[in-house]
Nanobody, 123 residues
């Protein structure tokens, strides 16, 4: 599975962005997909995830209620709608895929990673 994230950019606090994760590979629908982010000088952290069926979604506490993850299996794509953005959301955002989702969304537990897309939120 090859992944490519896009949709990042510069936005003012309170604004919105929609990230897309495009995937190649016919088995994409069998993978759970997660969004992670990494700010300068910080470790990569989990942001949001969606099960292979799309029936289960997961969010870190700080983005719950502001971000929405969804997937379109027909288009081999996963989206992250980010609303009410805050300066602390500034980071490079990555999408990643895992075949067998464990009890947690860990960086080390993901099978495939895409290149990131920069999100910058100005105050």
């Amino acid at each position: 599975v090859q992944l490519q994230a896009c949709g990042g950019g510069l936005v003012q606090a309170g604004g919105s962005l929609r990230l897309s994760c495009a995937a190649s590979g016919r088995t994409f629908s069998s993978y759970a997909i997660g969004w992670f982010r990494q700010a300068p000088g910080k470790e990569r952290e989990f942001v949001s995830g969606i099960s292979w069926s799309g029936g289960n979604t997961y969010y870190r506490n700080s983005v719950a209620g502001r971000f929405t993850i969804s997937r379109d299996s027909a288009k081999n794509a996963v989206y992250l709608q980010m609303n009410s953005l805050k300066p602390e959301d500034t980071a490079v955002y990555f999408c990643a895929a895992v075949r067998q989702l464990g009890s947690t969304w860990s960086v080390d537990g993901m099978d495939y990673w895409g290149k990131g897309t920069q999100v910058t939120v100005s105050s």
